[in-house]
C-alpha cells in the first residue's frame, strides 16, 4: 500500500537545504531578515514551539494543512491564502528541523521548507527562533526564489510585494508568540 501524500511530486529546485546554513545560490531573488523579540528563555520556547507547530504561518493569516501536526523532516504542508475561487494554495516539503535544545545558551530552532510542484515560485524559506549569549531573541527568515513559471514572472513586482508583505506578517506572527498571545 502506497502512502497518501498531501502534495504531488519532487521538489522544484536543486539547492536543496540551502537555507540551513544561509547560503544564497546564484540565480535567485534572497531575503534575509532578522528581528529582535526579546529576551530570555521563556521568549525563545515560546517562539521556537510556535514555529515548529506551524502556527507561525497560521498567525500570518495562512490556511494551513500538514501532513504532520509538529514540522517534521520530509512532512508536506500546503499552506493558502486569499479567499474561494482567489484562493492561492503553495504546497511545499520540509527539508531540515532543528530543534530547541535543552540548556542554555547560544542556539537557535526552526526549520526550512521547499518548493514543490503548483508552488507559484521554486526556492526554499526557513523560519529560525534564535537566542544569543546575552539572552537576546530573534525571528530569522531566509528565503530564496525564482518564478515557477512565465505566468508568475510577468507578475514579478506584484510577487515581489506579497513577498514583502508575508514577510511583515511571518514577523508579526513571531511577536505575538513571543508576548505569550494566544
Known amino acids: 500500500m502506497t502512502e497518501k501524500r498531501l502534495a504531488r511530486g519532487a521538489l522544484t529546485y536543486a539547492e536543496i537545504g540551502a537555507t540551513e546554513h ?5 540565480g535567485y ?3 534575509a531578515s532578522r528581528t529582535y523579540l526579546g529576551e530570555g528563555a521563556d521568549v525563545y ?6 514555529i515548529l507547530a506551524w502556527e507561525l504561518q497560521r498567525r500570518s493569516g495562512l490556511r494551513v494543512r500538514a501532513e504532520s501536526g509538529v514540522v517534521v523532516p520530509g512532512a508536506r504542508v500546503v499552506s493558502g491564502f486569499g479567499v474561494g475561487p482567489f484562493r492561492l494554495n503553495v504546497p ?3 527539508v531540515w ?5 535543552p540548556g542554555g545558551g ?4 526552526g526549520f526550512g521548507y521547499g518548493s514543490l510542484p503548483g508552488h507559484p515560485v521554486r526556492g526554499e524559506e526557513s523560519f529560525e527562533a534564535e537566542i544569543d549569549g546575552q539572552g537576546r ?3 530569522s527568515i531566509t528565503a530564496f526564489s525564482r518564478p515557477a513559471n512565465w505566468f508568475y514572472a510577468a507578475g514579478g513586482a506584484l510577487a515581489r510585494r506579497a513577498q514583502r508583505l508575508m514577510t511583515s506578517r511571518y ?8 508576548a505569550g498571545e494566544s
Do not use: D, M, T
Not at 520556547?45 to 510556535?50: I, L
Open 97 to 101: 528541523v532543528h530543534r530547541p535544545v
Open 92 to 94: 511545499c516539503e520540509v
Open 171 to 178: 514577523i508579526e506572527g513571531a511577536r505575538q508568540l513571543a
Open 137 to 139: 531573541v530573534y525571528l
Open 106 to 109: 547560544p542556539q537557535s530552532a
Open 45 to 50: 520556547r515560546r517562539v521556537a514551539q510556535g
Open 29 to 31: 531573488r534572497h531575503v
Open 22 to 26: 544561509r547560503r544564497a545560490p546564484a
